[in-house]
């Protein structure tokens, strides 16, 4: 039995390792490709190994951007995404903490009417009315802009539901102690409920904030101008040149770019990650 | 469920519920109204007259073979996706799952796909599997294989459903580690002593323990592929070779800004709302039976 | 300093249930008021209505002779206790005190003193910059006392504070808790279903049932002479004995008007082992059917073949025909044993049928 669990465990080492190489791969001839030569790339000669050109190609892509396609240095486009994400996550939290306390807090006229008008964004995505949201963000000259970029993707209850359910869970003695200490709804919110809900709104953070810097369709609709565009949508201009050769290296430097900060976000904040996501899941 | 201790006021809790009611109104009831009511409406070819049309534009999406294909080819996309992903995420998990060393360090090097963005994933399934420079591609030709999916339909279905499914493996294997940490060890432990061996044990105890996690990732898992394949498709392939990878998202997308079909888009994307209201519903009734709010 | 007074006071909800109905108290100042009575008998309802966290549907509350009824909690001057003593998870020990003079604009320096005064006082000066989860039960529960203390409001409000605390620590916050009250000489409304934390705690006893106050008084006088069958079983442990004085056994030895009184009751301390019959007392024969010894001293449970009738219903109520006898440690009868016990005419306690009155013969 012993000897067994011995070689058990060898299996699932070596099954480990496996998937971490599956799941690694893509990413590292990415790497590879963005330190070499594109004319050795477009030959179909690249290296596995990683080659000398990354400062190079690294100080082009951020600081100039491709010389054919986008002309658009990368790091206007990392901006880019960047304001948008932390719109969509400081928004949305912001938002949907203070509606979730209007709703637990408080009773008033048509409060469950709000929450299910609320509750009833959760099931359909950005993707399935785009194009009218498109011609209400056009008609409110929303377009190019980061308003136009954040708003829409604001509108949905997973962050309302959350607070919602932890709201839930805060005893009820301690909004009566507070108004016996001579706190008013306003006062409770700021001095405890917002202190208590840290950590909720740390992990919705972190998730929301991998999710807008993510987004894809939205941002590729709304923005025309280059200098609005985001790094996602970028990439993708950046492969559009069917004549011109392809600037590989430009554009695996850029994918590595784009993947940066949401992973670093994922390994260096694991916990509250795990947490947002099964949390948001609920 | 509802709080006992609460504050009174009139106009505070509206005021609070404002921004957010606003915005869900905006941009999220009002397009989603004009969508509807776009489908039933039918525009001249110049875009300069617009008449009522009952339920014409749908009629002709279901006349439209085309259609149907997109519909069959989703679900397969969402199905081939879902087993694939799942059936790795699952073993991984069951491995990690063992108290090896270093557990931790698995768990992060297997988690961070999920924070890559589907059109970056796109490019780098593209770019390693390029007919001409793809660092695979060579091999795939070594073992005799004609590898193009820029000129063969299937096999741009297959990367496609690969990559979609590489990226989907970080999320599921976190949810399935978090259901195999709830299975009682003390359960495994009785199915031990009752003889049964690992293989046996997970397929008699782990396995119907976790079914409601394989339920629910099932769901989840079709949403994606049903969506966030859209970045994936039109970094990779644009829905081609011919329509081999367009989906339904994809041709909403498609027949809306590149063709100017917006009747009959727009007929599409309530058909796509009904869908997900009906999986979201289907998600949802578990959940409550599993989670009570 | 206050008196808080109750007059009337009513709490109907909105669906009709009637979870106070029409109470009167008297709270003098500086007196230690405990409501007690089985869980749903209304006195945390009342306790919350005084505190104005629940609203007062009739009547008046008045605290230092005037009537809070409308007034905010915050503006009442009082300070509460929680069961599970509310404290704010994220603060500090200090803060946690400090906070609701903060809320009132009492300048830092003055705060500082009072809250390292409260934390001396309840010996919690070493832990004032450590959080709620760093500390045991028995340091949250005195750290919830000192929320109040610090205050210095005019009625201390304590809603089952101890229910949380295990035995030994329960046993000695109550004394703690009592002697505070006495040096702070602070007016205090305390609720908790416990007799025993009652009778010990309070000056003035508001024994609660169904929304009603069944008696109130100084809590030896309420033991001595319950004014109902209900604070009979209530107060005092093991309860009372209760049975019917239409039985033909009971009914000759009592006589007269006595005899049709309705129900007897007799305290297990009461009855001794004799057999003989004082005279004006009452006799019983029993059967044993249970010893429990304690050690100091020894309960009997014995049946009455010849009773067959229930008296009234009311909680801590013996089963038909039993009977708990008192007896010193050192004695104790064989189980099946049949025994003769008996009490003193003026040891009698007699009620109406309903057990709603008492009847003094």
């Known amino acids: ?282 | 469920m509802q709080k006992q201790a609460i504050f009174q006021s009139k106009l505070l809790p509206y005021a609070l519920v404002a921004p957010q009611l606003a915005i869900v109104l905006i941009f999220f009831y009002w397009p989603a109204l004009q969508a509807v009511i776009q489908s039933f409406l039918l525009q001249d070819a110049f875009g300069l007259s617009t008449s009522f049309v009952w339920f014409e534009n749908y009629l002709e999406l279901f006349s439209e073979p085309a259609y149907f294909e997109t519909v069959v080819r989703t679900f397969f996309f969402s199905f081939a996706i879902a087993t694939s992903s799942l059936s790795v995420a699952l073993l991984l998990a069951v491995m990690a799952d063992k108290p090896l060393r270093g557990g931790a360090v698995y768990r992060t090097l297997l988690i961070w796909p999920y924070a890559v963005a589907p059109p970056v994933v796109g490019v780098l399934w593209v770019f390693m599997l390029h007919p001409s420079l793809g660092v695979l591609s060579r091999y795939l030709r070594a073992a005799g294989i004609e590898w193009n999916p820029l000129l063969d339909g299937n096999q741009a279905a297959t990367l496609v459903i690969l990559a979609a499914a590489w990226k989907q493996i970080s999320y599921n294997f976190l949810f399935f580690l978090a259901g195999l940490a709830a299975i009682p060890k003390s359960v495994l432990e009785a199915a031990a002593i009752d003889g049964a061996r690992p293989m046996r044990r997970f397929w008699t105890v782990t396995f119907p323990l976790l079914s409601p996690t394989i339920f629910f990732l099932l769901v989840v898992n079709i949403v994606y592929a049903f969506f966030d394949t859209f970045g994936i498709i039109d970094t990779m392939t644009r829905g081609g070779p011919g329509t081999s990878t367009v989906t339904l998202v994809y041709k909403v997308y498609n027949d809306g800004l590149i063709g100017g079909n917006l009747g009959s888009s727009a007929a599409q994307s309530v058909i796509l709302m009904i869908m997900v209201i009906v999986l979201t519903g289907i998600q949802f009734r578990f959940v409550e039976r599993k989670v009570t709010y | ?361």
């Open chain 3, 1 to 361: 300093m206050a008196n808080v007074t109750l007059r009337n006071v009513r709490k109907t909800y909105s669906g009709g249930f009637e979870a106070i109905k029409g109470v009167n108290v008297d709270v003098g100042d500086g007196q230690f008021c405990v409501l007690v009575g089985p869980s749903g008998c209304g006195k945390s309802t009342l306790l919350r209505m005084v505190a104005g966290l629940e609203t007062v549907t009739g009547g008046e509350i008045d605290i230092g002779g005037k009537v809070v009824n409308g007034i905010e909690p915050a503006d009442r001057d009082i300070a509460m206790v929680f069961q599970n003593y509310a404290l704010y998870p994220h603060m500090s020990v200090f803060n946690n005190m400090a906070y609701g003079l903060r809320n009132r604009g009492m300048p830092e320096a003055e705060i500082k003193t009072r809250v390292e005064e409260a934390a001396r006082v309840l010996e919690l000066s070493a832990m004032l910059e450590r959080k709620p989860r760093q500390l045991s039960g028995g340091q949250r529960q005195r750290v919830a006392m000192g929320r109040a203390i610090v205050r210095q409001p005019k009625v201390f409000l304590f809603d089952e504070p101890l229910s949380n605390l295990d035995a030994k620590l329960r046993i000695s916050m109550r004394v703690e808790i009592r002697k505070l009250q006495r040096r702070l000489n602070v007016t205090s409304i305390y609720v908790t279903h416990d007799q025993l934390e009652a009778m010990t705690l309070a000056d003035i006893l508001v024994v609660m049932n169904g929304g009603q106050v069944e008696q109130v008084g100084n809590p030896l006088a309420i033991y001595e002479k319950p004014a109902t069958t209900f604070v009979a079983s209530f107060i005092g442990a093991p309860p009372m004995n209760l049975m019917s004085t239409r039985q033909d056994e009971i009914k000759s030895q009592l006589g007269g008007a006595a005899g049709e009184a309705g129900i007897l009751g007799i305290r297990p301390e009461d009855l001794v082992i004799t057999d003989q019959t004082p005279s004006g007392g009452v006799a019983l024969s029993l059967t044993v059917d249970a010893i429990e010894r304690v050690g100091a001293e020894t309960f009997v449970y014995g049946s009455r073949a010849q009773d067959e009738q229930r008296v009234a219903a009311t909680p801590g109520e013996l089963p038909p025909g039993e009977v708990i006898v008192r007896i010193p440690g050192t004695e104790a009868p064989a189980i099946g044993a049949r025994i003769r016990v008996a009490a003193v005419r003026n040891k009698l306690h007699l009620f109406s049928g309903d057990g709603r009155t008492r009847i003094e013969v």
């Open chain 1, 1 to 282: 039995m012993v000897e067994q669990e011995g070689f058990r465990r060898y299996v699932a080492h070596i099954i480990l390792w496996i998937g971490i190489a599956i799941v690694a791969f893509p990413v590292y001839v990415a790497f590879v490709a963005s330190t070499q030569d594109n004319a050795l790339i477009a030959n179909g000669q690249m290296s596995l190994l990683p080659g000398g050109h990354f400062f190079e190609v690294y100080y082009q892509t951020i600081f100039v951007g491709t010389s054919g396609s986008t002309r658009e240095p990368v790091g206007n486009m990392m901006f880019n995404s960047l304001v948008m994400a932390l719109a969509i996550a400081i928004g949305k939290i912001a938002i949907s903490i203070i509606s979730a306390y209007a709703i637990v807090y408080f009773r008033f006229p048509f409060r469950m009417a709000i929450f299910w008008i609320i509750f009833i964004t959760l099931m359909l995505p950005v993707e399935v009315r785009i194009y009218p949201t498109y011609k209400i963000v056009a008609d409110l000259h929303m377009l190019d802009s980061y308003a136009g970029l954040a708003l829409p993707l604001i509108a949905s209850a997973t962050a309302t539901l959350l607070f919602r359910q932890f709201f839930m869970t805060v005893p009820d003695e301690l909004l009566e102690a507070s108004r016996i200490d001579g706190a008013g709804p306003l006062r409770f919110f700021w001095d405890t409920l917002l202190p208590l809900s840290r950590t909720n709104m740390a992990a919705l953070f972190v998730i929301l904030f991998i999710l807008g810097w993510n987004q894809y369709l939205w941002p590729l609709l709304i923005t025309t101008r280059d200098d609005m565009q985001t790094i996602q949508i970028g990439i993708r201009k950046m492969m559009t040149t069917n004549d011109a050769l392809t600037e590989w290296p430009i554009v695996m430097a850029t994918a590595v770019l784009a993947m940066l900060p949401p992973v670093f976000v994922v390994v260096a904040m694991q916990k509250l990650f795990v947490r947002g996501l099964v949390e948001t899941e609920k």
